[in-house]
């Protein structure tokens, strides 16, 4: 079971912290992923990161702002988020899978969802 918490409405140009906490399952196990989702369009991929933590990857649109990271001792994955602009505002999910191969930016990939945390930005 994955949980998102930390959404919240903030200004552009300001930052927030998300955490996604896991239970049930060996978290460490998990490459770990952050998509969101605005109305009426797809689940779009944020960041990933590899089972350690080591490797990352991140979207165009947020990279150099954003960081995920993963504590595998808490089982909680988080995404600090940096200098939030108005189309940064979404859903934010968490996603895990035990593998994805190299396709850690499709949704298909992961088969363990959070129910997700509103992130809204005024401008």
């Known amino acids: 079971q994955l949980v998102e918490s930390g959404g919240g409405l903030v200004q552009a140009g300001e930052s927030l912290k998300l955490s996604c906490a896991a239970s049930?399952?060996?978290?460490?196990?998990?490459?770990m992923a952050w998509f969101r989702q605005t109305t009426g369009k797809g689940r779009e991929f944020v960041a990933a990161?590899?089972?350690?933590?080591?490797?990352?990857w991140y979207a165009d649109s947020v990279k150099g702002r954003f960081t995920i990271a993963r504590d595998n001792t808490k089982s909680i994955l988080s995404l600090q988020m940096s200098r939030l602009k108005s189309e940064d505002t979404a859903v934010y999910y968490c996603?895990?899978?035990?593998?994805?191969?190299?396709?850690?930016?499709?949704?298909?990939?992961?088969?363990?969802w959070g129910h997700g945390t509103q992130v809204t930005v005024s401008s």
């Open positions: 049930g399952r060996t978290f460490s196990s998990y490459w």
């Open positions: 990161t590899s089972w350690g933590g080591g490797n990352t």
């Open positions: 996603a895990g899978a035990l593998s994805v191969g190299n396709s850690w930016s499709k949704e298909d990939k992961y088969d363990n």
